[in-house]
Each structure stands twice: as structure tokens, then as C-alpha cells.
């Protein structure tokens, strides 16, 4: 008993010692932290002002200036560019297309991971854990190694059938499906492994057929993994610019990462264009991030090896 | 931010709830607990297992389509000329390893795999750590966290104005240019020094070159006696920004050397030099001294709107009148952030291993884009990380009388390594794959020096047509690459 005393006190002694140091320090570590946190936002702050300023003060002043004269600011370029419509690849028509591209690629890429994660966890059939790995080995591969193969085989298709899926929306969606499909399907059997097999056998003890299960026990219980997948695929396929640029580089619709690029060789007298186009670029990812961010974040946590 | 709170606070409960494979190693990744929950590895009716498998099917046509068959034929490809349609062997290779413009791309993703992971992954941890400690945690990781979901090619194009060139564009220059005038102040009439121009092109009449950058009067003056000296050369925006005005011939006082500074240039007789007219114009804010024959100072004088100046109270002796050099000093005028300069000397080397061994600007320019981008995604994978740390042993340090800092080595550190892997490897994929952000953010004349793989695969592949052989080559190189990371994921979900 007599022990208790001396082993008590130095560790009370070191938790005031570092509760004060810790007060101490968090003042400057606020301060710190506050300065880290204002850099990381000039960029987006940049980037906003410079798409509110008329284009003819880009190269004048720096866009910083405009907190001295708050009256530069307007929704011109954005009104400017609004006002020439679905023309072909100005920016409406490059929202549309790239919606047309990321909702087909990221919905196939939840559903068939998802059918697919159902199987490698309750089917009943021998490899699934040597399927699994490979689809794991299957996550780091590089698009490059697949983009000229798959140009070929959609020549191939189109010389057989008439319908050649190279420069079209089609093409594209499927290339993006198979890239995604890896980090879907391990993303999806990560999350089905944890739900108690008793569960299911209860229903096929009722003699429910495994369509029945999964429409009725698995997918009620997987929406919240399938939310995480569908919005990392969805930022992911949005985001891209090398497939596009291979799959569509031809084509006058385009999704919005060529529109931004393809003014990249006169960035100075187009910068207007680019900050506003990139402005309504990063709009729905913005969206989504600030609404769904928990199930982003899981997604991200998940696909730390993609 | 309700949002925010719960997803980037502390404990992700959501986390473990969803059974979501963390990278602190959330045992349902594993195969291993695959055995422990003791699911049937087969068996079961033959209808049974066709129906599984029909669930399958989708995923395993597509990928052995678009994913896995074509892997095949890339490496096939490589082998065959650039129309895929004859055997050249390992010419394609051959060609890799001695183009200079493609050999650079090693260099640049070399350089990148050695700076940027482990820049990022110590800018995550320090993060991570030091938001345990702050109240508004949630609201610093949203900030850090959100450049994550802009296109590379978005991120890029803001950080091609930051680092422009121009300062009246770009946000680095125009501090640099800050710090730089506020240190050595620009003269009111600077010399275009990318020209190789120097204050000797503004003598006109009057003056010759004088010490260190500094104009003087070409003859000597004494008291009572007027000077007046012409510069050529000086441009109307600087008139403008000046305020000059009307140059006004000195008269001459006694005991004083009065004097005027003009624009030795009149729009209404161009040609005539020494000559003042009534549309020449005074330069004002000269910033003059006072020479005595020895070269010492005598006094200093500034010139008035109209050029005008006066030395008063001179003695006996000779002088001249000097234009300080700091008149002429020019401004900071941009250094070339995104250039293709390199940052180690290399010049001594010969061309090859120039190529091979200098750093460029641009790729330095270039990684601190990226880590903007990614340094949330670092803090937040070891953010899980933390907050899953056994918080027993930590409290048993503590109770054994170990200091913080010997926790975090000694403890927190070990038992974070695994995480602190995950996200190396990650982001060494991530760089070995680079291609949007060097597409968008070295501008044409630096693209060259800042190229990689990935986007040397593309130019070879993708320009003018396709391309099939080099580009099948350079893709097989990068998907080599990767294998190691490969066989780390495989490892460490087999348990």
C-alpha cells in the first residue's frame, strides 16, 4: 500500500506537466495551423476570383488586388459562357458530356461490383479467394497498358459489326467500367464479409432463391458501401482526363477536363475561360464532397492502394 | 460542415460499423478472417453454384476483356512494330533506353518517386498528429482534405497562374517581386536588364558613364555655374508614372550649381539632340549627388516635376554632378518558376548525363501542386490510423512515466508504420502513373524536361494516329513498375 503513493504521483505530476505544456503550445499550434489552413485555400480563393474578374483585368493585376476594389467582381464569364448554349464543345456541352459519361460509368461499376462481391462472399463454388486475390492484384494496373489493345478491339468490333465504339460515349463508358470494377468489387466483398452468414441461410432455409437474397437481404445491407463506391467512382471518372483524351481526343463532344485542357496551349488570353470552366468543373464534386463526404472519406480509407 | 463533422472527426464510426477495410489493417480485408467466419469454401447443389456465378459473370467478362486480355497484348504489342503487325523483337526497348527524350522521363518519375511520397506522407503525419490537439480539427482537415476531388487537370491549371512568370499574374512572383523591391528598391527609371541594357544607354548630352551603374556630367561645374544633362531612351509610361513636366532651363545663383534633368528627346524635332524645346520634358525624382574631384560626396539633390535641381552652399573647387545608379536599378521581374532551369549544376556534364542527373524547376513546381492536392489524403488515411492506435498502451507509457515524445517514437510511431505504408505505397503508384498535371502545368517550352512515362506513352502512343509499338513498351515498363506494389497489396490482404 505504502508503493501506491510513489508509483501515483509521477504520473500525476507528468499529466499536469503536459496538460500545461500541451495549453501552452496549443495557442501557438492554432496560430500554425491557421496559417497552413489559409494557404491551402489561396488556391480555390485565386481560382474563384479569377473567374468573377472581366477577363481584361487577368493580366493587369493579380486577381489578390481585388480585395482592394471588390467592385471588378461580376458573373460575366460565367453569363458569357452560359449564353453560347449546347454548342459543341463549349461548356455546357462538355457538362453534358461528361455527365453522360461518369452516371453510366459509375452506376455499372456499383451494380456489377456488387452482384460480383455477392458471389466471391455467399457463392458456393471452389477459387473464390483465388479470384478475389487477383482482382486485388488487378487494382494497381495501369490504364496505359490496356489503352491500345482496347482501341484495337473496338476497330475490330466496329470492321465485324458496323459499329465501331472507339470516339464514342459507349466506348469510353466501358473502359471506364473495367478500371473501376477492380476497387468496386474489393471495396463491395470487404464490406458483404461482414455480414453474418446466418442471415442468409435463414432465407435459404425458406427456400429463397439467391436472387431473392440478394435483392432482399444483401442489397438493403450493402447501400451504404455501394454510397462509398459510387461517389469515389463518380469523383474518380469525372476527374479524368487520359481516357478521355484517347477515347474522345477526336470527337467535338468532350467531357470538361479536355475543354479545360484544349485552352491550355493559349492560357493567357483564354484564362477566363479555363478559371470559369474549372470553376463549374469542380462544382459537383464540390457538392458532393461537402454533402456525402463521410461515405467519400470511406471511400478513400477503402481505396488507399488504388 | 454538420457533414464534415461527423466524416472527418475523430473515431469514424462509420468506419468500423461499415467494416470497410481501413489501412490500419481492419481484419475483414483479410482472407484470413474470410477462414474464421467459416463460410463453405464449395459444396452446396450444382444449380447453386452455376447461380453464383452468374452473379460473377458480368464482372469477370469485363474484366478479362478490357482488363486482362488487353495486359496480354500490350506486352505482345511491345515486341511488334508501331502497326502491331511485325515481329521486331526487343527493338521497341532499344529505343527507350537511348532516346535522350525518353530517358528523361525515367529521371522525372525517379524524381518524383524519391521527393513526393515521402514529403507527403511526413506532411499527413504531421498534420494528423498535430489536429489531435486542436478544437477545430474538422474545419482544418475539410480545408486540407477538399483539393481531393478537383481534377489533377483543374489543380494544375490554378497552379500554372500561381507560379507564372508574370507578377502581375502569378502569386509566388509577385511576393518574390515584394520581398525583392521591398530589400532593393527599383529606380524611377529602371533599365531593361533582360535587354543586357545599362544606364550608359541613357547618356545623351552632357553625361557619360560614371562608377558602378551611375551616370555623371561629362565636364566639370563650379559654383554659379548651371548643368544641363540629357537622357535618351526614357519611355512615355515612365513619363507618365513619373509625372513629368515641361522642362524648365536652370538660371544660375550664386554660390550654388543649378541644373536641369531632361528628356533628351522632343516629339516635335526628333532628331535633334542637346536642344530643349517646349515639348521637352524634365525628368523629376532624380536622385543626384555631388561629386568633388576625389569622387567624395559633396551633397545630394533630388531633381523637381520640372528636372530642376540645385546644389546651394558650394564651395571653391570643381564638381560634377552624378545620377545615383539606384535611379536606373530595375525591378524584379519574375523568376520562371515552370521552366526547364535545373536546380542542381549540372552544366560541367556532357549532354547525356545532363539530361540524367538535373533536377528541373518545373518538377519541383510541379510537386508542390501535388502535394496540395494530396496531403489530405495522406493526413486523412493516417488520421484513421491514429484514432484506431490502441489507446491502452499509450495510457501505459504514460502511466510508466514515458514523455510524449518518447510515446510518439517509442509507441505511436511503431504501431503507426503499417499505415504509414500504405500510404508510401499508394502514392508511389499514384507518381509512377503521373500525366495530367504535367499535360496542364508545364507549359510547352518545359514540357519536354518535366515529361514522364505516362505521358510519354501517350505522345508516342496517341500523336497523329495510333502508335502502337513504343507506346506498348513504355506501358509495359510502368506496368513493371507497379508489380512491386502489386505483390505489397497481395501480401498484405493474404495476411
Redesign the interface.
Known amino acids: 500500500m505504502s508503493a501506491a503513493p510513489t508509483a501515483i504521483a509521477?504520473?500525476a505530476q507528468?499529466?499536469r506537466r503536459?496538460f500545461l505544456?500541451?495549453r501552452l503550445?496549443?495557442s501557438v499550434?492554432?496560430i500554425?495551423?491557421a496559417v497552413?489552413?489559409i494557404f491551402?485555400?489561396?488556391?480555390?480563393i485565386?481560382?474563384t476570383i479569377?473567374s468573377l474578374r472581366p477577363e481584361r483585368f487577368?493580366?493587369?493585376?493579380?486577381?489578390?488586388t481585388v480585395l482592394a476594389a471588390p467592385a471588378q467582381l461580376t458573373f460575366q464569364n460565367y453569363t458569357t459562357l452560359f449564353s453560347q448554349g449546347l454548342v459543341a464543345g463549349g461548356v455546357l456541352d462538355s457538362l453534358t458530356t461528361s455527365l453522360a459519361i461518369t452516371i453510366p460509368a459509375t452506376l455499372l461499376v456499383a451494380i456489377?461490383?456488387t452482384?460480383?462481391a455477392?458471389?466471391?462472399?455467399?457463392?458456393?463454388?471452389?477459387g473464390?479467394?483465388a479470384?478475389?486475390?487477383a482482382?486485388?492484384?488487378?487494382?494497381?494496373?495501369?490504364?496505359?497498358?490496356?489503352?491500345?489493345?482496347?482501341?484495337?478491339?473496338y476497330q475490330a468490333f466496329g470492321s465485324v459489326t458496323g459499329f465501331n465504339p472507339f470516339g464514342t460515349i459507349l466506348g469510353i463508358i466501358?473502359?471506364h467500367?473495367?478500371?473501376g470494377?477492380?476497387f468496386g468489387?474489393?471495396?463491395m466483398r470487404?464490406?458483404l464479409?461482414?455480414i453474418p452468414?446466418d442471415l442468409l441461410e435463414a432465407g435459404r432455409i425458406d427456400g429463397a432463391?439467391?436472387?431473392t437474397l440478394?435483392q432482399r437481404v444483401v442489397l438493403p445491407l450493402s447501400l451504404?458501401?455501394a454510397m462509398?463506391l459510387t461517389i469515389f467512382q463518380f469523383?474518380w471518372v469525372?476527374?479524368?482526363?487520359?481516357v478521355a483524351?484517347?477515347f474522345l481526343?477526336s470527337n467535338v463532344h468532350h467531357p470538361?477536363?479536355i475543354f479545360?485542357?484544349s485552352f491550355?496551349?493559349t492560357?493567357?488570353a483564354n484564362?477566363w475561360i479555363?478559371?470559369t470552366g474549372?470553376m463549374i468543373?469542380?462544382l459537383i464534386?464540390?457538392i458532393?464532397?461537402?454533402?456525402?463526404?463521410?461515405?467519400?472519406?470511406?471511400g478513400?480509407?477503402?481505396g488507399?492502394?488504388? | 460542415m454538420r457533414m464534415a463533422a461527423r466524416s472527418l472527426g475523430r473515431g469514424h464510426p462509420t468506419l468500423r460499423a461499415v467494416g470497410v477495410s481501413t489501412p490500419a489493417g481492419a481484419p475483414a480485408a483479410t482472407l484470413k478472417a474470410d477462414a474464421t467466419t467459416g463460410r463453405p469454401a464449395g459444396g452446396g447443389g450444382r444449380r447453386d453454384q452455376l447461380g453464383s456465378l452468374l452473379f460473377l459473370a458480368p464482372a469477370a467478362i469485363w474484366l478479362l476483356a478490357i482488363t486482362i486480355y488487353p495486359v496480354v497484348v500490350t506486352f505482345r504489342n511491345s515486341v511488334f512494330d508501331e502497326t502491331a503487325t511485325s515481329y521486331v523483337g526487343l527493338h521497341n526497348y532499344q529505343v527507350i533506353f537511348s532516346d535522350a527524350s525518353i530517358l528523361v522521363t525515367f529521371r522525372n518519375n525517379l524524381i518524383w518517386v524519391v521527393i513526393f511520397p515521402f514529403v507527403v506522407t511526413f506532411l499527413g503525419l504531421t498534420f494528423a498528429v498535430l489536429t489531435e490537439r486542436i478544437r477545430w480539427s474538422t474545419a482544418f482537415k475539410t480545408i486540407i482534405f477538399m483539393p481531393i476531388v478537383f481534377s489533377a487537370t483543374a489543380s494544375a491549371l490554378i497552379w500554372r497562374t500561381i507560379f507564372d512568370l508574370d507578377p502581375h499574374i502569378g502569386m509566388v512572383n509577385a511576393a518574390v517581386q515584394t520581398a525583392s523591391d521591398w530589400v532593393n528598391p527599383p529606380g524611377l527609371y529602371p533599365v531593361d536588364t533582360s535587354a543586357g541594357q545599362t544606364a550608359a544607354a541613357f547618356a545623351s548630352t552632357g553625361l557619360s558613364p560614371g562608377a558602378s551603374g551611375a551616370l555623371q556630367s561629362s565636364s566639370t561645374a563650379a559654383a554659379g555655374d548651371t548643368v544641363q544633362l540629357g537622357l535618351i531612351g526614357v519611355n512615355v509610361g515612365t513619363l507618365q508614372v513619373v509625372g513629368a513636366q515641361t522642362a524648365v532651363p536652370p538660371s544660375p545663383s550664386s554660390g550654388a550649381i543649378s541644373g536641369l534633368v531632361y528628356r533628351d528627346f522632343s516629339p516635335s524635332h526628333p532628331t535633334d539632340r542637346g536642344q530643349l524645346f517646349p515639348d521637352t520634358d524634365g525628368l523629376p525624382g532624380m536622385l543626384l549627388t555631388l561629386l568633388r574631384s576625389d569622387g567624395s560626396s559633396a551633397g545630394t539633390a533630388t531633381t523637381d516635376q520640372h528636372g530642376d535641381f540645385r546644389f546651394g552652399n558650394v564651395g571653391t573647387g570643381s564638381y560634377r554632378v552624378q545620377l545615383d545608379a539606384r535611379n536606373f536599378r530595375s525591378g524584379f521581374t519574375g523568376i520562371f518558376w515552370l521552366g526547364g532551369q535545373s536546380v542542381t549544376p549540372t552544366s560541367h556534364l556532357s549532354q547525356t548525363a545532363q539530361a540524367l542527373l538535373s533536377v528541373p524547376l518545373v518538377d519541383l513546381a510541379m510537386i508542390i501542386a501535388y502535394l496540395w492536392m494530396w496531403a489530405g489524403f495522406a493526413m486523412v488515411v493516417i488520421g484513421a490510423g491514429l484514432t484506431s492506435l490502441n489507446r491502452e498502451l499509450l495510457e501505459a507509457g504514460r502511466v510508466d512515466g514515458a514523455t510524449e515524445a518518447q510515446i510518439f517514437r517509442r509507441i505511436t510511431m511503431p504501431l503507426l508504420a503499417p499505415v504509414l505504408v500504405v500510404v508510401l505505397v499508394t502514392m508511389i503508384i499514384n507518381v509512377l502513373k503521373i500525366f495530367d498535371v504535367i499535360l496542364n502545368m508545364a507549359p510547352g517550352s518545359s514540357q519536354g524536361d518535366a515529361s514522364t512515362l505516362a505521358l510519354a506513352m501517350f505522345n508516342e502512343g496517341f500523336t497523329g494516329g495510333i502508335h502502337s509499338g513504343l507506346a506498348s513498351a513504355i506501358a509495359v515498363i510502368l506496368f513493371l513498375l507497379v508489380i512491386p506494389a502489386m505483390v505489397a497489396n497481395l501480401r498484405r490482404i493474404r495476411g
Open positions: 509521477p504520473s507528468a499529466t503536459g505544456g500541451l503550445s496549443r499550434l492554432d500554425i495551423l497552413v489552413a491551402w485555400l489561396v488556391p480555390t485565386g481560382l479569377i487577368f493580366q493587369q493585376s493579380g486577381w489578390w456489377i461490383s452482384l460480383a455477392y458471389s466471391l462472399v455467399f457463392g458456393r463454388w471452389r473464390r479467394d479470384v478475389f486475390l482482382v486485388v492484384a488487378l487494382l494497381v494496373v495501369p490504364v496505359q497498358v490496356a489503352l491500345i489493345p482496347v482501341v484495337q478491339l466501358i473502359f467500367v473495367a478500371f470494377l477492380p468489387i474489393f471495396l470487404n464490406f464479409i461482414g452468414t432463391g439467391q436472387w440478394f451504404p458501401a462509398s469523383i469525372w476527374n479524368d482526363l487520359l483524351l484517347v481526343g470538361l477536363t479545360l485542357y491550355t496551349r492560357l493567357a484564362y479555363i478559371s474549372a468543373s469542380i464534386p464540390l458532393v464532397f461537402f454533402s456525402l463526404q463521410r461515405y467519400f472519406v470511406q478513400v480509407l477503402a488507399a492502394v488504388k
